[in-house]
């Protein structure tokens, strides 16, 4: 039987175990805990019925930013964070968001290019990661 896969919003706090436990577990928990968590638009992909990845959004005006996209390592290469991500990508197109941009691992560039993301010039480092700007324009005549 194929596993069962939803995509809701939750929670802010929701989201902040799976981002800790996928890509700051060295770290304190609060550390995952965004300033401006509580202004964004979070959604979580449950896999048969348990919390298996986490994406926040956050918009000014219509340009989006998202943030923190994680899937628990046990549940990665299934194909669950390009799920998650043609969901935000078809809610920006639903917001008529002009761009959505993120701050990309260096390492991670190759998924995002896959969605039409392209690279800026915009390159540094937190943490102990590299990161550059990655951002994707919507034809809104589509």
Not at 9 to 36: C, G, N
Not at 102 to 113: D, L
Request: net charge neutral; hydrophobic share 45%; glycine share 6%.
């Amino acid at each position: 039987m194929d596993p069962l896969i939803q995509v809701e919003q939750i929670f802010p706090s929701l989201t902040w175990r799976v981002r800790h436990e996928v890509m700051y577990p060295e770290l304190p928990f609060d550390s995952v805990k965004l300033a401006d968590d509580f202004n964004g638009i979070h959604f979580g992909l449950y896999l048969d019925h348990k919390l298996t990845g986490v994406v926040s959004l956050f918009q000014k005006g219509n340009i989006y930013q998202f943030r923190k996209l994680a899937i628990l390592t046990s549940a990665q290469k299934l194909g669950l964070g390009a799920q998650l991500m043609r969901y935000i990508l078809d809610f920006c197109k639903i917001q008529q968001a002009e761009k959505l941009w993120c701050n990309a691992r260096v390492n991670a560039t190759g998924f995002y290019t896959k969605f039409g993301f392209i690279k800026t010039d915009t390159i540094f480092s937190r943490d102990g990661f590299d990161f550059v700007v990655m951002e994707k324009y919507f034809n809104l005549i589509e």
